[in-house]
């Protein structure tokens, strides 16, 4: 295989009867970003959590920074972030205690989550809030402090599911500085997303219906392709043509 940060063939997932992913086939270049459309109950989640090494495949291939979704999932982890729908930070913990106890979990040294910690905070303009507990702070400041820490042992791809679920246009904008400036220094972003203004903010973008993708392109293209004045238009096309 090339050096594609993501390269799948045919990645299926079955549970019982019910086919979540069904042999879904793509490549995601180092240091893109690429939105992964669909649905509710599309197979996003289902497709991402088998990129991650937290869930097996029923069949397919793929490999994620070179290594194999069925062999190698410890070598996956350690080189991804992963930022989920309910994202894991501690609400009883301060911003500074649930920086300094995900670095733990990477396995970054003392002084290293103390420089991190210290960027993370400047970044975010947090400094005042490192000691207060992350439940007092806006869904927005969570989001952020959420991906920053998901990319705090520098992976070389982050996957975000649905990371800006539920806050205004302006602040997932802010959300999509931080994604510019990471994929600026070639991580590999792949994202999930109900908001079709945030697809546009991707280099490419797949579109999945019923747990198969149905679409993937730029979004130019999409919207050359469908016809489209949209990305929503793309989407709503791609939705419709399914009943
Ligand atoms: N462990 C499981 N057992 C049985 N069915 C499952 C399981 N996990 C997911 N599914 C089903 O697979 C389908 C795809 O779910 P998935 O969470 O991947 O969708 P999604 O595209 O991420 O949706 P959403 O946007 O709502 O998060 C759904 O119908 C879901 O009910």
Known sequence: MNNNAIVTKDLTKRFGDFTATNAITFEVGQGEIFGFLGA????KTTAMRMLCGLLKPSSG??????????????????????????????????????IRFY????????????EKTRQLLARLQLEKEAGHLVSSLPLGWKQKLSFSIAVLHDPSIVFL?????????????QFWDLIYESADKGVTIFVTTH??????????????????IKALDT????????????????FLQLARAKS
């Open 161 to 173: 599911d649905e990371p800006t679920g539920g806050v205004d246009p302006i602040t997932r904008r």
């Open 61 to 98: 291939e793929a490999k994620v920074a070179g290594y194999d979704i069925y062999t190698q999932t410890e070598q996956i982890k350690k080189r991804i972030g992963y930022m989920s729908q309910k994202f894991s930070l501690y609400e009883d913990l301060t911003v500074k205690e649930n």
């Open 219 to 234: 979004p130019s293209g999409l919207k050359k392709q469908y016809n489209a004045g949209s990305m929503n238009d793309v």
């Open 195 to 212: 908001y079709m203004d945030e697809a546009e903010y991707c280099n490419r973008i797949s579109i999945m219906v019923d747990g198969k």
């Open 103 to 114: 670095g733990g979990i990477y396995g970054l040294s003392n002084r290293q989550i103390k």
């Open 40 to 43: 509710n109950g599309a197979g």
